[in-house]
């Protein structure tokens, strides 16, 4: 269907076609410019359109597409870089040059691509919507092809060795096909069969995350922090060190050229658990802050669709956006453009709905081909001014499971990472632990809470000894003091530009041993009489 | 397209910047219009929003003396675009590109609209190439790169204008792979270029950076909006000048440094703008998008792979109230790549510049110092330096509360270290430092103190 536009404001647009459905994607305009029906009354709807409208004029055609806005899900996803409607930026480098304008449409998936297909299924097999039926290896993956929805029966013929995308690759017997890719709606989560809790930790080579507020794969934390806290670096460090199968890192609203940083550093280092590169595992999704607006309120969705395609294939996908306040943002700027009635500081009323919806979409799942994958977010939070008590922030903490929070004190004393060890907590920490004391130390959890009591003292002391001096504190609150700044200093600091930037879990658990136990015996020693100082030199000389 | 010009003398409603216009045929949004006042002046417009044939026009100028009747708007069908030509080199102009130099407007090569086309993030090359300011604050513990974004905070009555000055006249690009061999200043190599914006200035200060342009002997563009011209063309301005930046740049392989002062009158502006338009007002009164706003200007500072050329961005922010939580240093600070701090306390020392180390940053700093770029020990003296003045300043307040006969040796070393840190290294009456002598001002600095932590 076509119709005309009548009206523009903005990144919006008043189309006077009739029988659009809500969040139908439309191309508007003789740019063929993207957008999604986001108000339908009785003779206009309303179009948020996801490019530029600069230079739009009145009387131009819109036609309806009768789809929602897809992501396209298949082989060669892996290492792609991709905008806010998973537009291939490197393909579209190479046709328009370095600058993005007016944006044609392209394939997010080279379809011409060949692929080796090693089938599972044999000809006259039954199968059913969600099994695999064989699988291509992308990178060191195995990349399945699974039965689509709404495709069953008895396999007629299938594809051995050399597909390409844009032709089957099996065929039914009543003469359905299975396509090697597909298009999903970006704001329908994929289908699972069934969700479990969490059990498993997720290993991020930060010592203060790893060890004091530890993440589950399939669980979801939340970074906030102001500027100039390092939220973008602990991003990027968790991207490249997590214990994961698969990152998609979605660069929302942010700086371009932290993301020409992460694409030349993804490119060169490599996975420090498998040795491949580490662009082989990632995915990036970028809608730098001047980029249009609307693009960006969708690109979280584009990401993190391909991130559940990914978990689908029985993998541990890791979800990483900076930031999600400027996809906050675009949703008010949205919003206030639909003159919408404003919530608390501007945001929609349903943005805490929206956020909740987002990060349920983390879990772990047994999959439909009975695989069991799992999506874990983390989202940083840029609050306006450093103040927490912002909607953005205060909505994600509701239903994140852990809060990282970033302090600016911290980061002007250069401890990095900035992650205050008071403020922040982990929900995820007691069912952790159990796998911990098992695969990693036993005392763990006592190591634990000794290191967190030694720093929740050394607070209270600190106060003493700004009055008194440290000289004039005792010897065994020294003692404390000393090693707090141990803990702090060797322990939760760490250098994101040296070798430290990864910490194995082994690594980790050495260091924290050998602080407490120079504690535990430190400790005895002043028990028995031996003065502090002879202690502290002792432990200089070694 | 469109034939010829649309004339129209249909306006139903003026209030401040904003004209009704109706029955107009096809308006395109961003639209250049004309309007054409009673006393026969032709005012530079825009077409805001459109409903049907009714036209909401955004008029870039005073618009008093303007009447329902006598006044026409002609619709031109193009976007707002800026001439560029390499003659454009040497010149001042107004915030609507009009020469305001005396010389006659020189003749464009090309135009391009002056939103610019947001960079592909494939395409951007990452910023390291060190660039020496000859301040030695910043040189050695907030390193400026080419392609980077860097404003400096200042407070009302704090030398933004000086610091800005010394930059500006000490900048240079040093190349190759030995570190400080090749080097080229702004007062020789024909390749480093200043873009200068001036937004809401008062004739006062015009006239201090005009002696400072006319000083340098080098290549600049400069684009002048006084305090008691539009408003809205404060809005246009940074806009012509990173047209030309990003022209410069990389069609004619040039560095071009763009420094734009004041950003706290561009974003008094667009709340201005905003609240004639009657849009939702954001914190403080500024309008929600701001954000946004502020990124499509700093977002334009940049290189691209395998190209010459690059855009470094120097914008001066005064915060009000000196408060650093304002809606525009914040949001600044979380565009920009760092920023440079001006202190008051400082100031009040006598200490030029007075940047304060603690709060300042440059985020691209780790990618362009050591081997290579500055000298191998760049990184290792710079951690030190902000390590004992972090301490140093630390133990002022207990020195405060205490006494200085209170505290321990060690505690008055660093004391001494903080003062003398500030004298010595941040402390910079005349002249320019090259790199060396700021990294060996600040090694005999730590030489001279022997501190334990």
């Not at chain 1, 008043?14 to 957008?35: P, Q």
């Not at chain 1, 060890?211 to 669980?219: N, Q, R, S, V, Y």
């Not at chain 1, 010897?475 to 000393?482: E, N, T, V």
Request: net charge negative.
């Amino acid at each position: 269907m076509t119709g005309k536009i009548t009206g523009i404001s903005g990144p919006t647009v008043i189309t006077d076609i009739k029988g659009l459905k809500l969040y139908e994607r439309v191309f508007v305009g003789n740019a063929m410019l993207t957008g999604e029906v986001v108000r339908i009354e009785k003779d206009r709807s309303v179009v948020q359109v996801y490019e530029d409208t600069q230079g739009l004029a009145i009387d131009e055609p819109v036609q309806s597409t009768g789809m929602p806005l897809t992501v396209r899900l298949g082989p060669g996803l892996l290492s792609g870089i991709f905008d806010g409607l998973q537009r291939p930026l490197q393909r579209l480098k190479e046709e328009s040059g370095p600058f993005i304008r007016g944006v044609k449409e392209l394939s997010a998936l080279d379809i011409s691509g060949k692929w080796i297909f090693h089938a599972v299924r044999k000809k006259g097999e039954q199968v059913s919507t969600g099994e695999i039926i064989g699988y291509v290896k992308e990178g060191p993956f195995e990349h399945y092809i699974s039965c689509p929805a709404d495709v069953k029966g008895k396999i007629a013929w299938i594809a051995e060795s050399e597909i390409h995308l844009d032709r089957p690759i099996g065929v039914m017997e009543d003469g359905s096909e299975i396509p090697g890719f597909y298009d999903w709606p970006v704001r329908v989560p994929l289908p699972y069969k069934r969700k479990y809790s969490p059990t498993e930790p997720l290993v991020t080579g930060q010592r203060s995350i790893d060890f004091l507020f530890t993440i589950a794969k399939g669980g979801t934390a939340i970074m906030p922090g102001g500027f100039g806290t390092g939220k973008t670096i602990l991003d990027q460090s968790i991207a490249k060190f997590a214990d994961i199968d698969i990152v998609v890192y979605a660069g929302c609203g942010e700086r371009g050229n932290e993301m020409a940083e992460l694409i030349e550093e993804f490119e060169m280092l490599a996975d420090p658990w498998t040795k491949r590169t580490l662009m082989e595992r990632t995915i990036l999704c970028v809608n730098t802050s001047n980029m249009p607006v609307a693009a960006r309120e969708a690109s979280i969705y584009t990401a993190v669709t391909m991130a559940e395609y990914y978990r689908d294939m029985g993998l541990h996908v890791l979800f990483l956006a900076d930031s999600i306040s400027r996809w906050a943002e675009a949703l008010r700027e949205i919003s206030s453009s639909l003159e919408e009635l404003p919530g608390e500081e501007g945001y929609p009323t349903y943005l805490a709905s929206r956020l909740s919806g987002f990060l349920e979409r983390a879990g772990v799942v047994e999959t439909n081909s009975g695989k069991t994958g799992s999506l874990s977010m983390i989202l940083s939070v840029s609050p306006p001014g450093g103040d927490f008590t912002e909607p953005v922030t205060q909505s994600c903490l509701r239903t994140s499971g852990a809060f990282l929070m970033l302090d600016t004190s911290l980061a002007h004393r250069r401890h990095f990472p900035a992650i205050n060890w008071f403020q922040s907590y982990s929900l995820y920490g007691a069912e952790l632990l159990e796998h911990h004391a098992e695969k990693f130390m036993p005392e763990w959890e006592h190591a634990l809470s000794t290191c967190k009591e030694i720093l929740q003292k050394e607070e209270e002391l600190r106060e003493v000894a700004e009055i008194v001096g440290v000289e004039g504190l005792q010897d065994a609150d020294r003692l404390l003091m000393h090693t707090a700044e141990m803990i702090r200093m060797k322990f939760l600091c760490q250098n994101a530009y040296t070798d430290d930037a990864f910490s194995p879990p082994a690594r980790t658990l050495s260091i924290i041993k050998e602080i407490l136990d120079f504690y535990k015996t430190a400790d005895e020693k002043l028990k028995q009489g031996v003065q502090l100082d002879e202690i502290l030199n002792e432990k200089k000389n070694k | 397209m469109r034939l010829f010009d649309h004339k129209y003398g249909t306006i139903t409603s003026i209030a401040g910047p904003l004209l009704f216009v109706h029955d107009v045929m096809s308006a395109r949004i961003g639209e250049v219009v004309k309007v054409q006042t009673p006393d026969n002046r032709q005012l530079d417009a825009e077409v805001l929003e459109i409903h049907g044939d009714t036209v909401l026009i955004e008029v870039f100028a005073e618009t008093h003396g303007l009447d329902i009747k006598r006044t026409s708007v002609v619709f031109t069908d193009s976007v707002k675009r800026a001439p560029l030509s390499r003659d454009m080199i040497g010149r001042v102009f107004n915030g609507s590109f009009q020469p305001k130099d005396g010389f006659p407007m020189f003749l464009p090569e090309k135009w391009s609209p002056i939103a610019g086309f947001p960079m592909n993030p494939s395409a951007r090359a990452r910023p390291v190439d060190f660039i020496e300011t000859g301040v030695s604050v910043i040189d050695g513990l907030n390193t400026l790169v080419k392609g980077q974004k860097l404003p400096v905070f200042s407070c009302a009555g704090l030398p933004s204008k000086e610091v800005v000055a010394a930059v500006l006249k000490n900048a240079r690009l040093i190349g190759g792979k030995e570190g400080a061999r090749e080097e080229y200043t702004t007062g020789h190599a024909s390749d480093f270029i200043v873009v200068f914006a001036a937004l809401g200035l008062t004739f006062y200060e015009y006239s201090f950076y005009k002696r400072v342009i006319d000083d340098m002997q080098s290549g600049f563009v400069a684009f002048v909006n006084m305090a008691d011209e539009p408003v809205m063309e404060r809005l246009l301005a940074p806009r012509f000048a990173l047209s030309v930046a990003e022209y410069l740049a990389f069609d004619k392989g040039m560095d071009v440094l763009v420094i734009i002062t004041d950003m706290t009158n561009y974003c008094d502006a667009l709340r201005e703008v905003s609240t004639a338009r009657e849009e939702l007002p954001g914190r403080r009164g500024y309008p929600g998008y701001m954000y946004s706003d502020l990124a499509s200007l700093y977002e334009r500072a940049g290189r691209i792979r395998g190209q010459q050329g690059s855009v470094t961005m120097l914008p001066v922010v005064t915060m009000p109230e000196d408060d650093i939580t304002h809606p525009i240093p914040d949001l600044t600070g979380y565009i920009t790549e760092g920023q440079i701090v001006l202190s008051r306390e400082l100031h009040q020392k006598g200490i030029f510049p007075p940047v304060d180390v603690l709060p300042s940053l440059s985020r691209l700093m780790q990618r362009g110092i050591g081997k290579g770029h500055t000298r191998e020990d760049h990184r290792h003296i710079s951690n030190l330096l902000y390590k004992y003045y972090a301490k140093g300043r630390d133990l002022r307040r207990l020195e405060a509360i205490v006494g200085r006969d209170g505290m321990t040796e060690n505690d008055k070393e660093m004391l001494n270290f903080a003062d003398l840190f500030e004298r010595e290294f941040i402390q910079q009456r005349a002249g320019r430092r090259s790199i060396i002598e700021t990294l060996d001002t600040g090694f005999e600095l730590l030489k001279q103190f022997k501190l334990e932590k």
